[in-house]
């Protein structure tokens, strides 16, 4: 476990949890965002993202700090996080942990190179026009997560 933990602290860039994700199931989004404002919440963004991840996304902000709660509805009955549901027994739940580094590619090159196993071929274009990529919940034999993990670098000049 050490050798992990000093391998993580060797992926440049890490600066603090970008984002928690959160699966919910189709026609659920709404409430959900409305239950999150009642607690305090704001939303600060909104938007479908196609492509492989077929999802309909909504980021809310957690007070004034950088860190967001990413509430993930399926567009499609491909949808990963669909999938990720019907998994669950139809039920959402945590989808991923999203990590803010100052480059992804830099933290992808670092993480294959220290054995991660990516999902990712290379990193790619996210919601928010972040670059992301994603590491399998058991990319490690040694000391697997148990859980996806993203990692996200703002787009230029922004803070994503």
């Known amino acids: 476990m050490n050798d992990v933990v000093e391998e993580l602290r060797q992926v440049p860039g890490i600066q603090f ?11 659920e989004l709404d409430g ?8 305090g919440f704001c939303e600060v963004c909104r938007e479908e993202v196609r492509g492989a991840d077929q999802v309909r996304e909504v980021l809310l902000r957690i007070g004034d700090g950088p860190s967001l709660i990413q509430l993930l509805a399926p567009l499609t009955a491909e949808s990963p996080i669909q999938r990720m549901i ?31 196993r990516t999902i990712d071929s290379v990193p790619r274009n ?15 034999a040694d000391f697997p997560f148990g859980f ?9 000049g922004g803070e994503g």
């Not at 996806?148 to 230029?156: G, K």
């Open 126 to 140: 996210g919601s928010r026009g972040t670059t992301v990529f994603f590491v399998h919940p058991k990319s490690r």
């Open 148 to 156: 996806l993990i993203e990692m996200v670098e703002a787009p230029e």
């Open 86 to 116: 019907d998994r669950n027994g139809g039920r959402g739940g945590l989808a991923h942990v999203a990590f803010r580094v100052e480059s992804a590619q830099r933290a992808f090159e670092a993480m294959r190179a220290s054995g991660f």
């Open 32 to 39: 959900q965002v409305n239950a999150y404002k009642l607690i």
């Open 17 to 27: 949890v970008d984002h928690i994700g959160i699966a919910v199931q189709a026609g």
